[in-house]
């Protein structure tokens, strides 16, 4: 079973509407992160948090939200979707004793018409 | 803040033939050092990493990465490359000691040429 897992792992939703991303992870991770990958630029980092009291924007958090309900889930939102939030978004975790090694669950591919 | 350079988008070669992925970060204060491998449709897989120690560390697949502080460079090596290394390659850096997310390179398309 996958340590890291999103859901949904594709999703076509229109401009305007509010969608959600959920992670869920089983390696008792305390930190969880966000972070979108877009062709040719690489990944950057959305949102972040170490624990459930403890919610950090990242580099492009604009147009995001997100709830850590738990410390194995972490959602992320989208509450106007716009056609340049069509991306791959990865959520993954971190351990506080593995020097900012991350792990990464297999992705939501999300396309904003 | 650290930022990382990786200069070419695609590295076409010959299988069986040597490959050098090159990297170099920016940083003011001292750093963590990974390269994260994906595959065609995945997601993310550590491929190696630098914490402290020697400068040469090695996957289990064959990659070897060096870590040059005076080039602020981490480039990654593998002499001999399969079919199966075909994939895009990330290099990444933290700062040491710190917890806020990865900051990744644009990354590497391998494509092994048969």
């Known amino acids: 079973d996958a340590d890291v897992t999103q859901t949904p792992r594709n999703r076509i939703t229109k401009t305007g509407k509010r969608i959600m991303l959920e992670c869920s992870q089983t390696k008792g991770h305390d930190r969880m992160y966000w972070y979108r990958q877009d062709p040719g630029l690489g990944l950057r980092l959305i949102y972040y948090s170490f624990d459930v009291k403890d919610i950090n924007k990242g580099e492009i958090s604009d147009g995001y939200s997100v709830s850590r309900q738990a410390q194995a889930k972490f959602s992320l939102s989208l509450e106007s979707a716009i056609p340049n939030q069509t991306a791959l978004y990865f959520c993954?975790?971190?351990?506080?004793?593995?020097?900012?090694?991350?792990?990464f669950g297999p992705g939501t591919r999300l396309t904003v018409l | 803040a650290q930022s990382v350079t990786q200069l070419d988008s695609q590295v076409p070669v010959f299988e069986e033939a040597p490959v050098e992925l090159r990297c170099n970060y920016s940083?003011?204060?001292?750093?963590?050092l990974f390269w994260y491998v994906q595959y065609p449709n995945q997601g993310l897989q550590l491929l190696l990493k630098?914490?402290?120690?020697?400068?040469l560390v090695e996957s289990i697949n064959g990659f070897e990465a060096e870590f040059n502080k005076s080039q602020t460079s981490f480039h990654l090596r593998k002499p001999s490359v399969h079919i199966s290394d075909t994939a895009e390659y990330f290099c990444?850096?933290?700062?040491?000691?710190?917890?806020?997310?990865?900051?990744f390179g644009k990354g590497t398309h391998l494509i092994i040429q048969p």
């Open positions: 993954a975790t971190s351990d506080v004793h593995s020097y900012n090694e991350q792990f």
């Open positions: 990444a850096v933290s700062e040491r000691g710190g917890a806020d997310g990865l900051t």
């Open positions: 940083s003011s204060v001292s750093v963590y």
């Open positions: 630098y914490l402290s120690g020697s400068t």
